[in-house]
């Protein structure tokens, strides 16, 4: 299984809101020794976030696909998924973000799932307010506006990015 994961902030006048996607391409065959990818998905976010779309497959996911609870000091959302041999799948997320998070500065800390190596994950960011500073700088980071910053980079390990106004 290959993953790739996208994240996306877009602040407007009235909300804080995200996009998640998570990409799945199960590069097997269906034979006597690969099967259909099952797995239990756990995105944290944090408390206080509202789930306002799930799609798996192009599908809205409903009720009892969505598991919604608090664990850590924030907001889970799990999903059970499964992938077949062969197929490229992705899990999208849209959640509205707490309006306390976004001050002076703005923090997002991914962490790497153990056993699990993403070699691409980008992280767009956008907010009304002048982006002034950010880390990490340097050559995965790109200010398309003053107002923006992206950074596309791998999730090897954990990773931090930080904004200030």
Same mark, same amino acid.
């Given at each position: 299984?290959?993953?790739?994961?996208? $994240?996306?902030?877009?602040?407007?006048?009235?909300? *804080?809101?995200?996009?998640?996607?998570?990409?799945?391409?199960?590069?097997?065959?269906?034979?006597?020794? /690969?099967?259909i990818?099952? /797995?239990?998905?756990?995105?944290?976010? !944090?408390?206080?976030?509202?789930?306002?779309?799930? =799609?798996?497959?192009?599908? %809205?996911?409903?009720?009892?696909?969505?598991?919604?609870? %608090? %664990?850590? @000091?924030?907001?889970?959302? @799990?999903?059970y998924?499964?992938?077949?041999?062969?197929?490229?799948?992705?899990?999208?997320l %849209?959640?509205?973000? !707490?309006?306390? *998070?976004?001050?002076?500065?703005?923090?997002l800390?991914?962490?790497?799932? !153990?056993?699990?190596?993403?070699?691409? *994950?980008?992280?767009?960011?956008?907010? *009304?307010?002048?982006? =002034?500073? $950010?880390? !990490?700088?340097?050559?995965?980071?790109?200010?398309?506006? =003053?107002?923006?910053? =992206?950074?596309?980079?791998?999730?090897?390990?954990?990773?931090?990015?930080?904004?200030?106004?």
């Open positions: 299984i290959n993953r790739s994961v996208a $994240y996306r902030v877009a602040e407007g006048p009235e909300s *804080l809101r995200a996009l998640a996607r998570i990409n799945y391409a199960h590069n097997g065959s269906l034979d006597w020794k /690969t099967s990818y099952k /797995t239990y998905t756990r995105v944290y976010v !944090p408390r206080g976030s509202k789930l306002i779309s799930a =799609k798996f497959s192009a599908q %809205e996911l409903r009720g009892k696909e969505v598991n919604i609870s %608090e %664990e850590l @000091g924030k907001t889970v959302f @799990g999903f998924l499964t992938i077949d041999p062969g197929k490229i799948d992705s899990l999208i %849209e959640y509205e973000l !707490p309006r306390k *998070l976004v001050k002076d500065n703005y923090y800390y991914i962490a790497k799932q !153990p056993g699990n190596d993403i070699k691409e *994950l980008t992280v767009n960011l956008n907010f *009304l307010k002048v982006v =002034k500073s $950010y880390r !990490p700088t340097g050559f995965n980071a790109n200010r398309p506006d =003053k107002n923006s910053i =992206k950074w596309v980079t791998d999730l090897l390990s954990d990773k931090q990015f930080a904004v200030s106004f």
